[in-house]
Every structure is written in C-alpha cells, then in structure tokens.
C-alpha cells in the first residue's frame, strides 16, 4: 500500500488494509545501506544479537542533490 492509497482511511480500515497485504522481508546485510522511494510502508524486524553486543538501528532520509547525496538522520 502506499501512501496516496492510505490517505483519508480511518485508522481501523487503514490497519486492515495494511494486514491484507503480502509481506516482503529484506535481508540485512551489515556494512550496507537500503534504499527505498519512500512510498512504501516498511518497519524494521528484531535482528539475533549475541550477549554483551549492543545494536541500533538508525532511520535516515536522504535527497539527491545533482552530483551527491544529502543525508539527515
């Protein structure tokens, strides 16, 4: 679903719509970036982590600039 699809749904009909929908996982892959066109509802899943191992996950947004990328985290 994107989000002009999603636009004036009342929260409950929007949920059920979302559930309705088929599911893609993308695999992580460490030291690498995933980039999306930002119309797509997403989430990021609980990854394993061994003891004494900390982890965060960072949102970000990002604009094409002509030569280079402008990020904001």
Do not use: I
């Amino acid at each position: 679903m994107c989000r002009a699809e999603a636009q004036g749904l009342a929260d409950a009909e929007f949920l059920a719509k979302l559930a309705e929908r088929a599911c893609a996982d993308v695999s992580y892959t460490p030291g690498h970036l995933w980039l999306h066109d930002g119309n797509a509802y997403h989430k990021a899943l609980g990854l394993p982590r061994h003891e004494k191992e900390v982890r965060f996950t960072l949102q970000g947004h990002g604009v094409w600039d002509g030569d280079h990328w402008q990020l904001f985290w």
